[in-house]
Nanobody, 124 residues
Framework: QVQLVESGGGLVQAGGSLRLSCAASGRTFSIYAMGWFRQAPGKEREFVAAISWRGGSTDYADSVKGRFTVSRDNAKNTVYLQINSLKPEDTAVYYC?????????????????WGQGTQVTVSS
């Protein structure tokens, strides 16, 4: 079992930045690939970014490439999402997820554990 807790969300103006964190506890964090997803009101949960268990491989949604950066610190059992050049359309609840695999995945169904989410609101 893995418990995930996100933090770092908030209200920010367009063009601003945030760094989201996801702290993991429970079973060995380093053996899990990690992902970030987001869900806006009335929309399905969508893939944002993912990182392999050692951090050597990352994936990004086309809509965030060049603006978002995913990283992890296995010594701290934490994964991060640096979000730059925020746009109003980035407004959503952001979730981190853990996958019992070394490699990344881009669909929610491939992840086994989820955090409770952190709200990101971008004002224009």
């Amino acid at each position: 079992q893995v418990q995930l807790v996100e933090s770092g969300g908030g209200l920010v103006q367009a063009g601003g930045s945030l760094r989201l964190s996801c702290a993991a506890s429970g079973r060995t964090f380093s053996i899990y690939a990690m992902g970030w997803f987001r869900q806006a009101p009335g929309k399905e949960r969508e893939f944002v970014a993912a990182i392999s268990w050692r951090g050597g491989s990352t994936d990004y949604a086309d809509s965030v490439k060049g603006r978002f950066t995913v990283s992890r610190d296995n010594a701290k059992n934490t994964v991060y999402l640096q979000i730059n050049s925020l746009k109003p359309e980035d407004t959503a609840v952001y979730y981190c997820a853990a996958r019992r695999s070394a490699v990344t995945a881009t669909t929610p169904y491939e992840y086994d554990y989820w955090g409770q989410g952190t709200q990101v609101t971008v004002s224009s």
